[in-house]
């Protein structure tokens, strides 16, 4: 195989260090959950929600805005948090954007690539 100069360090040896590898294996096994929380993050509008308002959002809030029940609100959130697109303020349980929402929600490729997917 001819490879380009830069493909050639990138595809002929390990660029990652075990820990990273770990990593990535583990980003590879959950894509599909991560990218179905997400997509309902959209759907439901959650994600516009939080990026319109200024002090967050709780559990509840986010259920009566929805009107999916706190349980669903729950999960989703909870995914959310460790796939990064939301973040939480500790002292109130109000929830709000993450950059990485934002442009899940903004980003016209991402919304394409979601949206086809």
């Known amino acids: 195989m001819h490879l380009f100069p830069a493909l050639r360090a990138r595809y002929t040896r390990e660029p990652f260090s075990a820990p990273e590898a770990q990593r990535r294996a583990e980003l590879i096994a959950w894509s599909p ?3 179905e929380v997400s997509r309902l993050m959209v759907k439901f509008g959650i994600l516009s929600l939080l990026r ?3 002090a967050g959002l709780t559990v509840e809030e986010i259920a009566e ?7 669903a609100i729950t999960v989703l959130t909870d995914a ?9 303020d500790e002292t109130t349980d109000r929830y709000s954007l993450s ?5 899940l929600l903004t980003d ?3 919304r394409v690539n979601l949206e086809f997917n």
Request: hydrophobic share 40%; proline share 3%; charged share 15%.
């Open 80 to 88: 959310s948090l460790s796939i990064g697109t939301i973040l939480v």
């Open 33 to 35: 959950v991560v990218f």
């Open 52 to 54: 319109d308002s200024d």
């Open 99 to 103: 950059k990485t929402g934002w442009f």
């Open 108 to 110: 016209e490729g991402t």
């Open 65 to 71: 805005a929805t009107s999916l029940s706190p349980y």
